[in-house]
């Protein structure tokens, strides 16, 4: 961050924690159950707890279990035991239901709306003494003078698109700490400005991501069985492209519908939010939501390249865990008990030794890593197609990843085709009507907001390159990839190319594909004034 013409004001704490997801909660409330007299603080960026939190989700209760042994007495709000499985292949016009994968087998899971969990979560980590500061934004990093971690910097409030102040600003503070957790989730900015900052990820593969859209619903009565989970792999996708589909029967007639596409696709001209609307159009699917209403809805980005490119996940100062670190089980689909896991584990480990120094070794070493390394090949498996990608997957469960080989992860920015070498698809998508109707629409049920004058958060390190090169080679994939519709080109009469990008940066819903896809990275999101973004209800 830039400096200013005063000096910051200085909060201490023993532990800071950025983010309150599942991995940072678990983090602070494991920390005070060991060590009651830390000063722990928990930094969130949304203007609740809860309100940046997309996940499918269906839970392992385990770690929770051992974290909070009495939950159970307690649900949480849309808490959901699971009744039946199932998981089917689809055509564009049939559904055939396929045997399913012992690490999809749901017996014993919950249904949730993680960003109610997380809800829940918070007040039992303040009735321990931990300090949460939603509406906050750590937007950059305090670094000490031997160059590591101290800290954080909490965004200035109040700055207009030019960089000066409004007559609201306020100054953000420092929060000064011997150690910093990074429970950011998928793709954090500060968690990426560390792990190129301290090379973390010299001995791993690149990452790997996918981007998941979901919605809720309101299904008309009698149509929604709580407790059923159902998944889906084949069309709307072709056999080259890698994802499928989820459906989660919740209570009160409402179900949490949603989408994941790698996003390694090679298309440079498909949206995968019109591939999830496909989906929803399926003869098998539609039904469902003929003559209900959506609710709400969102996208994030999600972590798939398990053990072979998880990076270092301490450095001087600063511990990275969770969807931070990349620890969700992709097989499974499920990273929530990971990430609380790791988030005790972490704590365990700092109340034990007084520091982060080893953890890396400790993570690796415990269950969490282990559940990683049986499946490490079944996500690369995929990359040369959907049934070479079933034949890995089914000889890795068989003999529980303890071949020795380990397939590769290859960074999804750079697996576009150009337009020049791109074969055409036909993906027998259909003409469709359920909402929403577009990628606008789909920003309302997201509420997201965000004071329009503020400095754009989606840097663009080379405009010329976005009105150039990237529309001869690409036909600018950034206005499908988004599902936000963050980016467009307008004609511009004063441009040398004739159009220019736009950034509405106001529609932007905080899931990161643009910085993760864009195939000139180019694109670099930071965080926007805290409590901008979006406002998920119930997902």
Request: charged residues 20%; proline residues 6%; glycine residues 10%.
């Amino acid at each position: 961050m830039s400096e200013t013409a005063t000096e910051r004001e200085v909060m201490e704490y023993d532990v800071i924690i950025v983010g309150a997801g599942p991995a940072g909660l678990a983090c602070a409330i494991r920390l005070k159950q060991l060590k009651q007299d830390l000063m722990v603080a928990v930094i969130e960026k949304s203007a609740e707890v809860g309100a940046h939190i997309l996940s499918g989700a269906v839970i392992e209760p385990g770690p929770l279990d051992e974290l909070l042994p009495d939950w159970r007495d307690n649900l949480p709000p849309m808490c959901i035991p699971v009744v039946s499985d199932e998981i089917s292949f689809l055509t564009a016009a049939s559904k055939r239901r396929i045997p399913t994968p012992p690490q999809q087998k749901n017996h014993g899971n919950f249904i949730v709306s993680l960003g109610a969990l997380c809800a829940w979560l918070a007040p039992k980590a303040e009735d321990l003494g931990v300090d949460i500061f939603p509406g906050y934004a750590a937007a950059g990093i305090h670094y000490l003078k031997d160059g590591g971690v101290g800290g954080v910097i909490i965004g200035d409030m109040g700055v207009n698109r030019d960089g000066q102040p409004k007559d609201t600003y306020m100054q953000g503070i420092e929060i000064h700490a011997p150690l910093t957790v990074l429970a950011e989730g998928c793709r954090g900015h500060l968690s990426k400005e560390l792990i190129a900052k301290f090379n973390l990820d010299a001995d791993s593969d690149p990452q790997v991501y996918g981007v998941g859209i979901k919605e809720l619903w309101q299904v008309a009565s009698g149509k929604c069985i709580p407790g059923k989970v159902q998944h889906s792999i084949g069309w709307p996708l072709d056999t080259s492209t890698y994802g499928g589909s989820f459906i989660y029967h919740m209570d009160k007639d409402r179900v949490a519908v949603g989408f994941v596409c790698a996003l390694d696709y090679s298309d440079p001209e498909f949206s995968p939010f019109e591939a999830f609307q496909q989906f929803k159009h399926h003869p098998s699917v539609k039904p469902l939501f003929e003559g209900g209403e959506i609710l709400s809805g969102g996208a994030r980005t999600i972590i798939e390249g398990g053990a072979q490119s998880l990076p270092k996940l301490e450095m001087p100062g600063a511990l990275l865990i969770g969807d931070a670190a990349g620890l969700l089980n992709l097989p499974k689909i499920k990273g929530t008990h990971q990430a609380i896991r790791s988030g005790a584990l972490a704590a365990e480990h700092i109340a034990e030794k007084g520091s982060g120094d080893g953890f890396d070794a400790a993570l690796r070493a415990s269950r969490v890593f282990t559940e990683l390394h049986k499946v490490r090949n079944i996500r690369p498996g995929f990359n040369k197609g959907l049934w070479r990608g079933l034949i890995t997957a089914g000889i890795e469960t068989v003999t529980a990843g303890k071949l020795p080989r380990t397939l590769r992860n290859h960074a999804d920015h750079s697996a576009l085709v150009k337009l020049a070498d791109l074969k055409p698809v036909d993906r027998h998508w259909v003409k469709r009507d359920l909402a929403p109707r577009d990628r606008l629409a789909s920003v309302y049920f997201a509420a997201t907001d965000h004071d329009e004058d503020q400095p754009v958060h989606l840097q663009i390190l080379d405009p010329e390159v976005c009105t150039t090169r990237c529309g001869e080679e690409y036909n600018h994939p950034c206005t499908r990839f988004c599902p936000a519709q963050v980016y467009e080109m307008v004609e511009d009469e004063n441009s040398a190319a004739g159009k220019r990008l736009q950034i509405n940066a106001a529609n932007c819903v905080h899931c990161k594909t643009c910085d993760i896809k864009d195939p000139y990275q180019v694109i670099n999101w930071v965080t926007p004034e805290g409590g901008a973004g979006p406002n998920y209800q119930n997902l």
